[in-house]
């Protein structure tokens, strides 16, 4: 079998094609578990995906471009969007913005809506990007940002996560380091999360995660939450040079309101570098070493790529790649 059908999905699965339609848009509210599991299993092993033959000939008849953000209020978000803003302008596209606010629930109805509305195209910044509704998306008419899914169906734009944080790592390691340990919000199998934890683990080979401080998060911490404790327990050490390699900018707040509480300064008692740059952290004194990653950059490519893909008639939906955005490491005299 060439391509598979939503009713070969159907007919393997033994349920309706309604069912495979409200599987694959999230619909599961009468919906068995077991059910649900099946039909996951079959699109993983059949890797279906939906025709692109109507989308090829409606596209190019609407120029408005749907967008879906995970977390409006993520510093990493505003230049995505303005670099998709300002490409859609260049480009004579109108466009529409939509937030999740991290819940995916209403992700999936954010972009069912815009389905509906019959946008050109989605670029979407996913709260998860292995969600089902990914499998009724076709790859001609979408763009993924940030996360990765583990089973890359869309064309997704990162940046090198993983092998930044490895050289900004080394580098503290260069700079006498030799007790190191990357602060991150639960991985919870978050690409981006997971993907700089792996490249601080290449760094300094560690095999355990006894390296490893999770937060809260996005929440203040507080003393009662228990990470002081750990700081605490971690600066007790007179042998070594500690340092510290944050997730991103506000993990890094969270880090240096704990060291304020305990009386810790950087760079005289311990290191600090991290994921991102924004203006406020220029103001400190001494300055952050990061990385800096152009966020306006990926909004900008996401519209690129979406607009040649909707200015080509595919016979075939395109095969899904990884593009990613370089990155700049910032070297100042936090560490």
Known sequence: ?????????????????????????????????????????????????PSTTARNLAKNENKTIGVSVAD??????????????????KYGYKVIFTNSNNDEQREIENINRMREEEVAGLIIDPVNPDSNIYNQLSNAYTVIVDRQPRRNVIDTIVTDNRDSVKNMVAQMQANGYEDLYFISWPLDSFSTRVNRYAGFKLATNYLDDEHLLTVPYNTELTKSNGFDQVLKKIMTNPHKKIGFFTMNSRVLLQL???????????PTDFGVATYEEFEWMQLLNPGISCIRQDSFTIGCSAMNLLKDKLETTFTNEPAPQVKVVPTDMIIRESF
């Open 72 to 89: 409006i209020t993520n510093p990493f978000t505003t230049p995505v969007i303005s670099g998709i803003s300002e490409r859609c302008e």
């Open 256 to 266: 240096l309101k704990s060291a304020q509480r305990l009386n810790y300064t950087y």
């Open 1 to 49: 079998m060439d391509k598979f059908t939503i009713k070969d999905i159907a007919k393997l699965a033994e349920v309706s094609t309604a069912t495979v339609s409200n599987f694959l848009n999230g619909n599961y509210a009468k919906m068995s578990n077991n059910t649900r599991t099946k039909l996951a299993n079959i699109i993983n092993k059949t890797n279906y995906h």
